[in-house]
């Protein structure tokens, strides 16, 4: 028989786990709803007389997108360049490191590219979002947008999410672009492989599909991004400190979502 | 085209443009408004006071339709709020003021943006005509030439100021006031009540203000409600609220506390956390 103590603390850790499983149910949830919101805000709306307001998509565009670019063109570099000098070496091994262009290539496109890109705005934008949220609930401007009759999932959340859809994919293009360019001036330096034979192999290698299974993965990563930003820029609770604390699981939650999605995406498309 | 409907119901000129039925709200288990019936009229200016946690506020998210009841009815405008389609509710809200406590004001934009914003939304006018009358509302509320100011730039009073032109842009037939003098200076709080008063006369608008100041209650209300752990303790002018019997309205009045705050024994029992009986229950 287990001690009083022992079976306290297990029914204790049974009912956190409950508890973290109802919350997790609760926020996907919210989530589905939040995605349907948007959906019939963006198609419903322009027949209520209420569209997604273009000027507000432009502008959460130029924040997710525009000024993000040079922390991504930095980051896609950086990390060519060190696929670039790993593949040199890891080949080398068995005196293939010619060969370095396919593998570079290949996990630029497929994986890095995306998934450097969804962290970074993850980071920088989905915290910002989550922030505002929070933010715009304790100052009651939440409230406010409703009372004016101004719908908020059309007015912050919708805009996000579709400057997300079109901005995610966008700089992923970039961040695959500028990492193989990157690593291909790396391997030209270091091999002595021309630029236009790398180009050729890059292109002899890569297909439609290969760029499909990438901005395909980053159009999910930014709906991730923006409802996670959302649902937890809501739940905020106690005032200043409430709001760094959601941004900071926001970001957190983001990633982790970001990556496991990476590779159940990753799972059922190879073998589709 | 703005709704300008102060006029409406001209053949019911006094008639109660929002009525409260037996309304109950709980927060978790803890009641917060318990079975609270109310009416306000058309065309005056309805003081809702209470202590701290009396559930003024929470009633004035009833009033604003941000919460729906637990149970029981309120009618805003001749619609029962409990009943109303998305469609209803959205043509309601246009007819509904608010102007909150901190102001609510957008910190992204501008204080003339802040007041377009419900014409941008809800109205075809072109931005020319919309400035024209952020600018009118903002003359109106004293505020004429800070249109261009973030509200980080402004004081607290002016905050208020602010988030009142907002309230009043569409013109509209209810307008609720959450503390409109809470943190302000005597002066500018007078002033603020001035407001009320010509906002009233000027635009025959109906106005809900919530607050826990007596001097700002006396001067602007024609009716007031007391609210009183979630219960309405009273209703009526000024002067019957002044001359009520009831000692517990005269304590609210006198500011004093409950005997029990009072009582040093129950004090220190409080303190110690012992219960009535002497027990500790720390």
Not at chain 1, 13 to 35: K, T
Not at chain 1, 36 to 62: D, H, K
Not at chain 1, 69 to 77: D, E, G, K, Q, W
Request: glycine letters at 10%; charged letters at 20%.
């Amino acid at each position: 028989m287990p001690s009083p103590q022992i079976s306290g603390s297990i029914s204790k850790s049974f009912d956190q786990l409950g508890r973290s499983v109802v919350n997790l149910i609760e926020e996907l949830g919210h989530g589905g709803v939040l995605l349907w919101e948007c959906l019939y805000w963006f198609f419903v709306g322009p027949r209520l007389g209420q569209p997604v307001r273009l000027r507000l998509i432009v502008s959460q565009m130029m924040e997710i997108g525009v000024s993000a670019l040079p922390i991504v063109v930095i980051m896609a570099a950086t990390i060519g360049v060190m696929q670039a000098i790993q593949g040199i070496y890891a080949l080398g091994l068995f005196g293939a490191e010619s060969r370095v262009g396919i593998g570079i290539n290949l996990a630029t496109v497929r994986e890095f590219g995306p998934l450097i890109t969804a962290i970074l705005v993850a980071g920088r934008s989905g915290s910002a979002l989550a922030a505002r949220i929070g933010t715009m609930t304790i100052n009651q401007e939440i409230d406010a947008l409703n009372v004016m009759g101004i719908n908020p999932v059309r007015y912050l959340v919708a805009p996000a999410l579709l400057a997300m859809l079109i901005m995610v994919p966008a700089l992923s293009l970039i961040s695959m672009y500028i990492g193989m360019c990157a690593a291909g001036l790396y391997v030209q330096a270091d091999l002595g492989i021309s630029l236009a034979a790398y180009t050729k192999e890059a292109i002899d290698i890569l297909s439609l599909d290969d760029l499909m299974h990438g901005l395909g993965k980053s159009v999910i990563f930014a709906v991730l991004i923006a409802l996670i930003g959302v649902i937890n820029g809501a739940s905020v609770t106690g005032g200043a400190e409430g709001v760094g604390r959601v941004t900071t699981r926001s970001v957190v939650q983001s990633i982790a979502a970001i990556v496991f999605t990476d590779m159940v995406f990753a799972f059922i498309v190879t073998r589709i | 085209m703005i709704d300008t409907l102060q006029n409406e119901d001209s053949d019911n000129a006094n008639g109660p443009v929002i009525e409260v039925e037996d309304l109950v709200m709980y927060y978790g288990n803890r009641k917060i408004l318990k079975n609270v019936s109310m009416e306000v009229r058309n065309g005056e200016i309805m003081v809702i006071m209470g202590g701290s946690g009396s559930g003024k506020s929470t009633l004035l998210r009833q009033l604003m339709v941000l919460e729906r009841p637990h149970s029981g009815s309120i009618k805003i405008l001749d619609q029962d709020v409990g009943s109303m389609s998305a469609r209803e509710l959205f043509d309601l809200r246009k007819k509904l003021g608010v102007a909150f406590q901190g102001g609510a004001l957008f910190s992204s934009m501008s204080v003339g943006e802040n007041i377009m914003l419900p014409l941008h939304e809800h109205t075809e006018l072109d931005p020319a005509t919309m400035q024209i009358m952020a600018r009118m509302k903002l003359e109106m509320v004293n505020l004429a030439g800070f249109e261009d100011l973030k509200p980080s730039e402004l004081s607290g009073g002016m905050i208020k100021r602010a988030a009142v032109a907002r309230a009043i842009v569409m013109d509209p037939r209810i307008l609720y006031m959450d503390e409109p003098s809470a943190g302000l200076d005597p002066v500018v709080s007078s002033s603020l009540d001035d407001l009320i008063l010509l906002l009233r006369d000027a635009m025959g608008m109906t106005i809900v203000v919530v607050t826990h100041e007596l001097e700002s209650t006396f001067k602007i209300a024609d009716r007031v409600t007391v609210l009183d752990q979630g219960e309405i303790l009273f209703i009526g002018t000024v002067d019957e609220l002044k001359s009520h019997p009831s000692e517990r309205i005269q304590s609210l009045l006198n500011r004093r506390a409950d005997d029990e705050m009072l009582d040093p024994d129950a004090y220190l029992k409080r303190l110690t956390g012992e219960d009535v009986n002497g027990d500790a229950t720390l």
